[in-house]
């Protein structure tokens, strides 16, 4: 929702794939992924970290704590790999359905 805020093209279509924040509240770790992959991985990190002041107030009058986190952003390769194994697996179909044709 925040992100959307933003006025950064550099973070045109991505997502947020996990928020891990640590039990002192001091740290708030972000992960992020792109639709085209992590060939925007520094683009995107680089938006984040530029816009993080923005994002940071924006959560914290959204959301009530007596001390707001430190954001820390991070890429998440999760999608890439899965879409790979899922190639992966698509292929392995595809090869054995012509095999059984071909016997």
């Known amino acids: 929702m925040v992100i959307k805020e933003i006025a950064d093209p550099r973070l045109d279509g991505i997502s947020i794939t996990d928020v891990k924040v640590d039990r002192e509240l001091a740290y708030a770790d972000i992960f992020v992924s792109a639709i085209e992959g992590s060939s925007r991985a520094k683009e995107v990190i ?3 970290e530029h ?12 959301i009530e704590l007596r001390v ?13 790999r899965a879409d790979h194994i899922e190639a992966l697996l698509a292929s392995l179909r595809t090869e054995k359905k012509n095999s059984i044709k071909d016997d």
């Open 46 to 48: 680089s938006g984040l």
């Open 68 to 80: 707001f986190p430190r954001l820390r952003f991070h890429w998440d390769p999760t999608p890439e």
């Open 51 to 62: 816009a993080s002041g923005f994002i940071r107030k924006s959560l914290s009058d959204r």
